[in-house]
């Protein structure tokens, strides 16, 4: 081989080994950012993980208290509509006719009663009450002064 092949292939080899070389500084920089950046991934995780944690230790007493309140409400309100089956029970049960009759006997009774009561007023003798009332007076009037001396 001759001296200008050797040279030339010599550079081409030295060519070669720059590149590499400058691949592989690409390389290493580029492994640099990725290494950054799952260090910057891994840091978000357990950050959230942490949040999480500390929401599930603080929130899960509340569920279970919202969840007790829930169970609560519940059993009243299944006591309410036990309530309201009885009532409606009973009032499905209540004659309504016979009711109303009884009530308009009660009216018809009571207004006999106020013709009756009001006839009876009607019937005083006032003047002859009057007459009786100033005939006591004047019997009582001389006893009154007899008995005061």
Known sequence: MDEF???TQ???LINILKDIQSNEQKEMKYAKKQS???IFVS???LIAVAFMAVSFFTVLPKVNSLLGNTKDMVEDA????D???KVTTELAAIDMESMFKDINKLVINSEKSIV???DNINNIDFEGLNTAINDLKSVVEPLSKLFKR
């Open 83 to 85: 309530n309201l089956e």
């Open 78 to 81: 299944e006591g309410i509509v």
């Open 116 to 118: 009756s009561a009001m």
């Open 43 to 45: 840091l978000v995780c």
């Open 10 to 12: 010599m550079e081409e």
């Open 36 to 38: 950054r950046f799952a």
């Open 5 to 7: 092949e050797k040279t």
